[in-house]
């Protein structure tokens, strides 16, 4: 019999009457269940979590961030066991999976530090009435109430711990939906904020069916703060039944790497390789098109090549480099795109495979701009190869993108790199380097359909807290 998995709401685990059975994607094998919380269940969560917040945030900085602090250890202490069901419930390789959680509890020591450093400050008056020289504001932050949190499949437990950590640090109270696929492992991560001993409604969980609770859980009054990280559809979504609240979001990318005559070959096709197909290629930051110069582009594409011919296949636990995609309609739908692409000239370098969600890496020369490959995220291990005559055009169809997110130059030529960069429409560029996340006292964020606010650890918790002035006259 599969296990039982409960929502963690106002400091006691808790059923509901209905379940969802989660699968693991490799082997179809049940990995237990998980609550299907009604409306009237989510009401619940809010109004204990908006209780609980008061006192929450009466606490000094270095209270909360003790708490913080024992989350971290506890994650540390128990990676390997949550690393376990992680890399079964999405099919990531086990070390891989371990490692999320190493990332994560650094992640929540890193948020409770700069929450310390969090400053105030006390502004003079101006110069606009002859009265202003004798007044002063004291400006402080203060956090906006309850966040909702909502992670992703591919990193459940990474990309809901560095949105719990700066809103909790913050004084906010938090309320987390894991994704379907990765709700076993939302709740594991649970556990460790439960075992700290944060007080009761503070930290709490939701899961559920999307059609029964979905809109409702963004909707809702209670809620003073969305924090999203997934689709650029239900990112919009989300952006509609926020209204007036201010929102973050997370969303997909079509990141280009742009490859110049005199690049690093070698560095090139080893970054691109890592960028490409790290996790099968479900990351919102993967290199999902390469753009490179005509005259290098033979030399970089075979060097591509080999290295995409040494990639092994199979099941996460074999720490496999190329595992099952997350579900058969992810799985139809890189196939989708590699059908295209073959249909319409694209040279397949790599045997095209599929079996079950299992897609083999497939590296593709000579991609043009009329194939869904050159715009559409796959979100799986299909690499594009685009040649390209100059660095305008380049540039020019890296941009064209209604993505936004990431891109990478590869170049000796630091000036002109610099130069590119400038003119790229992404929130990050990169250097002779992959697009990826790290590190997260970086600013990440997206442009166009890419996401909406900024996150790393600081800009974090400046964009879950609010500014307060207040202001008063000396001279009287």
Not at 334 to 357: H, P, W
């Amino acid at each position: 019999m599969t296990k039982a998995y409960k929502n963690y709401v106002n400091g006691e685990w808790k059923l509901s009457e209905e379940s969802i059975e989660i699968f693991a994607p490799a082997t179809g094998e049940s990995l237990g269940t998980v609550p299907a919380m009604t409306t009237a269940e989510v009401d619940e969560v809010y109004a204990k979590a908006k209780a609980a917040q008061p006192a929450w945030r009466a606490l000094s900085y270095v209270e909360r961030a003790a708490y913080l602090h024992k989350v971290a250890d506890i994650l540390v202490r128990d990676a390997e066991k949550i690393g376990a069901v992680l890399s079964k419930e999405i099919a990531k390789g086990y070390k891989s999976a371990v490692s999320e959680v190493i990332r994560t509890a650094e992640i929540i020591n890193y948020a409770a530090e700069e929450g310390l450093r969090m400053e105030g400050e006390v502004l003079e008056g101006g110069s606009f009435e002859a009265a202003s020289k004798n007044k002063i504001a004291i400006v402080r932050r203060e956090p906006v109430g309850l966040v909702l949190a909502i992670s992703p499949f591919n990193y459940p437990i990474n990309l809901a711990g560095s949105k719990i950590a700066p809103a909790l640090i913050s004084g906010n109270v938090v309320a987390l939906k894991p994704p379907t696929q990765g709700s076993i492992s939302g709740l594991l991560l649970a556990e460790a904020f439960a075992e700290a001993g944060l007080p009761a409604g503070v930290f709490n969980t939701i899961t559920g069916r999307g059609s029964v609770i979905g809109d409702y859980i963004v909707e809702h009054e209670a809620v003073n703060f969305i924090n999203f990280t997934g689709s650029t559809p239900i990112g919009e979504r989300i952006g509609k039944l926020a209204g007036m609240r201010p929102i973050m979001l997370e969303l997909g990318g079509k990141d280009s790497a742009i490859v110049l005559e005199d690049a690093d070959l070698d560095l090139t096709a080893k970054n691109i390789i890592a960028g490409a197909f790290g996790y099968s290629g479900q990351r919102c930051t993967a290199v999902k098109r390469v753009l490179v110069m005509d005259s290098v582009a033979d030399e970089l594409v075979e060097k591509i090549r080999q290295q995409v011919l040494d990639l092994t296949i199979g099941n996460p636990e074999d720490d496999a480099d190329i595992t099952p995609l997350i579900d058969k309609n992810a799985a139809d739908f890189v196939e989708g795109l590699i059908n295209d692409a073959s249909d319409k000239g694209a040279e397949a370098l790599t045997e095209i495979k599929r079996e079950g969600n299992l897609i083999c890496p497939v590296l593709f020369d000579k991609v043009t701009t009329d194939m869904r490959l050159a715009w559409e995220e796959p979100f799986g291990p299909v690499l594009p190869i685009i040649r390209v005559k100059s660095v305008e055009e380049a540039i020019e169809i890296s941009n064209k993108s209604e993505y936004g997110l990431q891109a990478s130059v590869f170049t000796n030529n630091f000036p002109l790199a610099f130069k590119i960069a400038s003119q790229l429409e992404v929130g990050t560029v990169h250097i002779n380097n992959k697009t990826q996340r790290g590190t997260d006292n970086f600013p990440f964020l997206g442009a166009k359909k890419s996401g909406a606010g900024v996150q790393g650890v600081k800009y974090s918790i400046e964009a879950m807290t609010s500014v307060k002035s207040v202001v008063f006259d000396i001279a009287k």
